[in-house]
């Protein structure tokens, strides 16, 4: 079967709306999603940058946000913007998704999280918001912070980090089939029908 990586970070707000739609778009074209988080801190610090571009950048956040209220009307999506600092330190979803990844159980959870951050207002760097959203999912945990706070698994966030950096991926979120790069929400479909 075709296999569509999606790159994606929890701070990302266009990430929100692609997360909430590869599964479903990807399982209708018979392609298969492998779920790639990473962090964009590194990516942006090497453009010298220190926060993200929608907040260096006033005309740009304006725009991003008004764009994913529209997006979000079309896909029948809450959205309610987090009332915590944008962006949300996603390091800890992060490490807990790619720890999910050997269980099967990374899809849900990251689709939980993106919820929680722009549809619920909660903190997801907070241990109980990820504690809680585990608990729906059926997961201990105690035993999913375990292993996402393994060595290996931290250095594995970070060797993906470094391959997302090495395969020119340059923001969220990203699509990658093959040496294929799509980039956005918007070119998903695209993304969806190059793997097919």
């Not at 699509?175 to 969806?192: C, K, M, P, S």
């Amino acid at each position: 079967m075709a296999v569509l990586e999606f790159w994606f970070e929890f701070a990302s707000t266009y990430s929100y709306p692609a997360a909430m739609r590869a599964a479903g778009l990807a399982e209708a074209a018979g392609v298969t999603v492998r779920w790639r988080p990473f962090l964009l801190g590194p990516i942006f610090g090497a453009q010298g940058w220190n926060d993200s571009p929608f907040n260096i950048y006033p005309a740009k956040g304006r725009y991003m946000w008004r764009d994913l209220e529209r997006i979000c009307a079309r896909e029948n999506l809450p959205l309610k913007l987090p009332p915590h600092r944008f962006p949300q330190n996603g390091l800890k979803a992060a490490r807990l998704a790619l720890a999910g990844e050997k269980d099967d159980w990374a899809p849900d959870f990251v689709r939980a999280v993106y919820s929680a951050n722009f549809a619920e207002q909660k903190d997801i760097s907070d241990d109980a918001t990820l504690a809680a959203i585990l608990g729906t999912l059926g997961r201990d945990p105690e035993t999913a912070f375990a292993a996402a706070n393994t060595t290996e698994n931290k250095a594995a966030l970070k060797t993906q980090t470094e391959e997302a950096i090495a395969r020119g991926i340059f923001g969220a979120p990203s699509f990658t089939v093959g040496n294929e790069l799509f980039w956005g929400n918007d070119r998903l479909e695209e993304a969806i029908a190059w793997a097919r």
